[in-house]
């Protein structure tokens, strides 16, 4: 088991606001260099009971996804009981958050878009999103509803 060494500081607003600093570094060097897909919008992975699957977030993912979720007007997560992402809206069937969307939704886990990235392709970038997340005292990737709801309770 690998033990915490959360960050101390006198200022945990600036903590957050680093590690979402560079958890969006990381995104943005993946949008740099993206393997080829083919997504055609269709939404199906962010429809849990349907693929089986559900992205978990580190830490500094979940802040980045709660600042992205308070940035769309939202103070909390929306109730979804139809097994989808609760990031989905529920008229338009697109991502609430698409900017801020987290690092498993944009490895595309999604067959229809071509399937998930190579280890090869995201294994640093992995590797950085637990370094923030073991600096932040986090507990390794957690179930994307309950890593945004602690999250969004955690910078209120």
């Known amino acids: 088991m690998r033990r915490r060494n959360p960050i101390k500081s006198s200022d945990p607003r600036r903590v957050t606001e680093e590690a979402v600093a560079e958890v969006r ?7 740099a260099n993206p393997p080829e ?7 199906e992975c962010c429809r849990f009971h349907l693929t089986g699957r559900t992205p978990v977030l580190t830490k500094g993912e979940a802040f980045t996804a ?4 308070r940035a769309a007007g939202r103070r909390e997560l929306p109730k979804r009981d139809d097994g989808a992402c609760p990031l989905l809206h529920p ?4 991502c609430m958050i698409y900017e801020g969307r987290p690092f498993g939704c944009r490895t595309h886990f999604c067959d229809a878009a071509g399937g998930p990235y190579t280890r090869k392709e995201v294994s640093d970038h ?16 957690r179930d994307i509803t309950v890593a945004i709801r602690d999250a969004l309770e955690e910078i209120r």
């Open 25 to 31: 570094a990381v995104y943005a060097e993946l949008e």
């Open 37 to 43: 897909r083919n997504c055609t919008l269709q939404t």
């Open 66 to 69: 709660a600042k992205a979720v």
């Open 91 to 94: 008229l338009t069937s697109r």
């Open 126 to 141: 992995i590797r950085r999103l637990e370094e923030i997340d073991e600096r932040l005292g986090g507990d390794g990737g």
